[in-house]
């Protein structure tokens, strides 16, 4: 349900403004914590990723997003922002193909399916279990464990 839609005509841009004030707070908030200056950039950004649902994006495609709501900001400004962010523990990069790299909004240690010639990375339902992970090279330590499974359509014959 929409809450803007149920409230009366005449307060709801007060409602609006509120609810946007409120955002930005919790995003400078959660950069502030994250040891991230609160820039212009970075708030936009920050609320375009983290104030909604969990989300799977790529450079360009916030970029786009970006364009979209009149923000003015270069591709590589986007690209800092999410290199910034990931660094940060805001997001998780999650390299699919090799060549596109998907920034996370959830950050805990989740497999993916990656669909090819679709471009698109989804959670995988249900998790991943693992009976045995390798030992580590003497003097490491395992960070983390990212697990990409490529699926594509099936031929019809």
Same mark, same amino acid.
């Given at each position: 349900?929409? =809450?803007?839609?149920?409230?009366?005509?005449?307060?709801?841009?007060? =409602?609006?403004?509120?609810?946007? &004030?409120?955002?930005?707070?919790?995003? #400078?908030?959660?950069? !502030?914590? #994250?040891?991230?200056?609160?820039?212009? /950039?970075?708030?936009?950004?920050? $609320?375009?990723?983290?104030?909604? &649902? @969990? $989300? @799977?994006?790529?450079?360009? *495609?916030?970029?786009?997003?970006?364009?979209? #709501?009149?923000? $003015?900001?270069?591709?590589?400004?986007? %690209?800092?922002?999410?290199?910034?962010? +990931?660094?940060? !523990?805001?997001?998780?990069?999650?390299?699919? &193909? *090799?060549?596109?790299?998907?920034?996370?909004?959830? +950050?805990?240690? /989740?497999? /993916?399916? %990656?669909?090819?010639?679709?471009?698109?990375? =989804?959670?995988?339902? *249900?998790?991943?279990?693992?009976?045995?992970?390798?030992?580590?090279?003497?003097? @490491?330590?395992?960070? $983390?464990?990212?697990?990409?499974? @490529?699926?594509?359509?099936?031929?019809?014959?």
């Amino acid at each position: 349900m929409d =809450v803007l839609s149920t409230l009366p005509e005449a307060d709801s841009d007060d =409602v609006a403004a509120q609810l946007a &004030d409120e955002a930005a707070a919790c995003c #400078a908030q959660l950069l !502030g914590d #994250a040891g991230l200056r609160p820039t212009r /950039h970075r708030l936009a950004l920050a $609320r375009m990723l983290l104030m909604g &649902d @969990h $989300r @799977h994006v790529t450079a360009e *495609g916030l970029y786009d997003e970006a364009m979209a #709501a009149n923000l $003015r900001l270069s591709l590589a400004t986007v %690209y800092n922002t999410l290199n910034q962010f +990931t660094e940060a !523990g805001l997001l998780r990069r999650i390299a699919a &193909d *090799g060549i596109k790299s998907f920034f996370d909004t959830d +950050t805990s240690v /989740h497999p /993916h399916f %990656y669909l090819e010639g679709e471009d698109v990375l =989804v959670d995988v339902a *249900g998790g991943l279990a693992f009976s045995k992970v390798p030992q580590p090279l003497p003097g @490491h330590e395992i960070a $983390r464990l990212d697990v990409v499974v @490529h699926l594509r359509r099936k031929r019809v014959m």
